[in-house]
């Protein structure tokens, strides 16, 4: 069955604090791996789409890589307006995307 | 990217009672996505709309609980039939996967059933 598991559930950071958070896939025929982010009360907004090992995109302080496994968002020197919900998720057969539930990530001054 | 307007952003219904919730996007799009998201919870993928075809179902969602209409390729709604409190969650729909953007998501209703 395919899954998306992303850890840790929640973060804390002191600004300017840099981490990674993880997202671990098993999606069959994946084609491509997307990470949103989601503030409170609104949709999911579009960050990065891997497709393949070895893939990097970069995006202000964000940076999200992808391995045969897994995938990670680096945050460098984040800062409190990037507190939000990061979410994964893998796109398999028939355009279906399977999410992970997130990280809540809070980055306090 | 495409502009999703979602509405109604919230809604406080009774049980045993049925909400249509209605998506509009600035272009035209052929497939159209509706989300539930519980509280807590990942996105979990109700239906797959397109234009002139019944929608596709995921396991565990059936259409007479959730209808889906999509009149053209611009408009779809979902239907939440018979609510009692576990529909309690954020809807959404989406379109895509765009080139350099993915897949875009309307802001959501948040449904709470009393």
């Known amino acids: 069955e395919d899954q998306v598991t992303q850890s840790p559930e929640a973060l804390r950071l002191q600004e300017g604090e840099s981490s990674s958070l993880n997202c671990s896939y098993t999606?069959?025929?994946?084609?491509?791996l997307f990470w949103y982010r989601q503030d409170p009360g609104k949709g999911p907004e579009f960050l990065f789409t891997l497709y393949s090992a070895g893939e990097e995109k970069e995006k202000e302080r964000l940076k999200a890589t992808l391995t045969k496994k897994e995938s990670f968002l680096h945050i460098t020197a984040p800062k409190p307006e990037d507190s939000a919900t990061y979410l994964c998720a893998g796109e398999g057969e028939g355009d279906k995307l399977i999410f992970g539930t997130g990280t809540r990530l809070q980055v306090f001054p | 990217s495409a502009v999703i307007s979602q509405k109604p952003s919230r809604d406080i219904c009774q049980r045993g009672t049925s909400l249509t919730i209605q998506c509009q996007v600035d272009s035209q799009v052929t497939m159209m996505f509706w989300y539930r998201q519980q509280p807590g919870q990942s996105l979990t993928l109700i239906a797959t709309a397109n234009q002139g075809s019944e929608a596709t179902y995921e396991s565990g969602f059936v259409i007479d609980k959730f209808p889906i209409s999509r009149p053209n390729l611009t408009f779809s709604t979902l239907t939440v039939s018979n609510m009692s409190p576990e529909d309690s969650s954020i809807y959404l729909c989406s379109v895509g996967p765009g080139f350099n953007y993915g897949y875009t998501f309307g802001s959501g209703t948040r449904l709470t059933v009393v």
């Open positions: 999606v069959s025929g994946l084609r491509g």
